[in-house]
């Protein structure tokens, strides 16, 4: 027997599959809207890659005329496929990553070709019964060796993709090109359509509006640094509270940059490696110092997870006496000013490629006040203070100096670059240096308006010679 309740499930099944239906059109409208939102939000974001977009359909047009145009099609025949299996495939975003997937596939294709050819006629000197036993060896050879080549590290970082493609076109040759009349047609087809297709995405990635993956690289590191120094300059605001609420709001978005420098590792190893493969163009010369930018971005990753350290302090239940907070304000203040403006000024110099001196005076501020930090907290100021209070200013202001050593390697490395590639002096060098006058020297005369003032005056040792006699 039916029981009841099955007859009444029915409808009910019904109606909710009727419900379903009824609301899909709002479901797909929705998403669709929201696609469009997303879609609008990258565009704004940055047009670089709509242009790309264009560039790449520009190129897939322009080798689908070896199908449309029949001249063509008539001497490459089915073999126009692979140009537009080459553009799809070696197209990137950048111009050295376009280049070296070029170059990758062009030269792998050129060198398995050739091996291919020649592994084919060895094989058909042994006849007919000897001639598949030697095309499986050579094949199985060949890819257990460029196998095992792919797992060296250069090779892997740089040549990967070439490697795939040289064991895929040997054995493509070896295998297809079975009858003797057929395999060197083929391969000089192959060929040859692979180096129009990589010559399309090559030529279209340089000379339509070009994205640098040496730029992209040069002006990361150089951001890198400015959200490092937001970060400290937003997080002394809001650990000692020195400004007001709306101040701080519009900052709080500055301590969670540094969680973009945490990630970004591979990216940047990504973008020196493709940097490698670029033509030189503006002030990014043939071999450019790239590995040096990696060492920076090192060096703010190290930074960073300070930073995050610093970040968690601020979340902390445990906030320490305001006694101890204000015994310190000042000099952790200090600290990350000063700090803070020495990675601007970095940031800066990377950016305009220029020499900039006044980093150095930013950080030998933070290290004078790192200096009188230390002093303090190995002073016996604390021996009568709570330790449960004591812990966490102390966290704080270890991290701190942590951050100014950090400040400081970077620096040493941003100026190692700066020599590398021979960054411009800035206006404040060019400037000749004034000579500061003493009224104790005789052979200057005070000046009657500084004479009863507390000046501070700098003699260099070869500034007169009847001064140096004295």
Not at 144 to 149: G, V
Not at 307 to 332: F, P, R, V, W, Y
Request: aromatic fraction near 8%.
């Amino acid at each position: 027997m039916v029981s009841p309740n099955t007859d009444q499930e029915k409808p009910c099944a019904l109606v909710r599959g009727l419900e379903k239906i009824m609301i899909l059109p709002k479901v797909v409208m929705k998403k669709v809207l929201c696609i469009c939102k997303l879609s609008k939000e990258i565009a704004q974001d940055d047009p670089r890659k709509v242009i790309h977009s264009l560039k790449v359909g520009l190129a897939i047009s322009l080798v689908s005329l070896f199908y449309y145009y029949q001249p063509l099609y008539e001497n490459f025949g089915l073999s126009a496929m692979w140009a537009v299996m080459t553009v799809v495939v070696v197209f990137e975003y950048t111009v050295g990553a376009t280049l070296g997937k070029g170059l990758n596939r062009t030269m792998a294709t050129l060198a398995a070709g050739a091996l291919g050819v020649g592994a084919h006629y060895l094989a058909s000197l042994s006849g007919e019964t000897g001639e598949p036993i030697l095309i499986g060896f050579f094949v199985f050879l060949q890819a257990a060796i460029a196998s095992f080549i792919r797992f060296f590290p250069k090779v892997k970082t740089r040549y990967d993709y070439g490697m795939l493609i040289f064991i895929l076109t040997f054995s493509l040759i070896s295998v297809s090109g079975f009858r003797d009349d057929e395999v060197v047609k083929m391969a000089h087809k192959r060929l040859t359509t692979i180096f129009l297709g990589g010559s399309a995405c090559v030529m279209i990635s340089i000379f339509v509006c070009p994205v640098w993956a040496g730029e992209e690289l040069h002006y990361s590191i150089a951001q890198k640094l400015q959200t490092l120094g937001d970060f400290l300059e937003a997080f002394v605001d809001e650990y000692f509270k020195t400004t007001k609420e709306e101040e701080s709001k519009d900052k709080m978005s500055y301590l969670e940059g540094y969680k973009s420098i945490l990630n970004a590792k591979s990216n940047e190893e990504s973008l020196a490696n493709f940097a490698r493969w670029e033509p030189g163009h503006g002030k990014f010369k043939f071999r450019h110092p790239w590995s040096q930018y990696l060492k920076i971005g090192a060096l703010s990753r190290q930074c960073a997870y300070r930073m995050e350290a610093l970040k968690e302090q601020l979340n902390s239940d445990i906030k320490g006496s305001a006694e101890i907070h204000s015994t310190i304000q000042e000099l952790c203040t200090e600290m990350c000013f000063e700090s803070s403006l020495a990675l601007k000024q970095l940031s800066l110099s990377i950016k305009t490629m220029t020499k900039k001196s006044s980093h150095d005076t930013h950080i030998a501020n933070s290290k004078a006040a790192v200096k009188i930090l230390n002093s303090l907290l190995q002073s016996s100021l604390w021996k009568e203070t709570d330790l449960l209070s004591v812990i966490p200013v102390v966290t704080v202001a270890s991290l701190l100096i942590d951050v100014v050593d950090c400040t400081e390697k970077i620096a040493d490395s941003v100026n190692v670059l700066a020599t590398l590639i021979n960054f411009d002096s800035s206006d404040d060098e060019k400037k000749p240096k004034e000579v500061s006058q003493s009224p104790t020297c005789e052979c200057v005369e005070p000046d009657p308006m500084i004479e009863n003032s507390h000046v501070v005056v700098i003699v260099e040792e070869s500034m007169c010679d009847k001064c140096n006699k004295v």
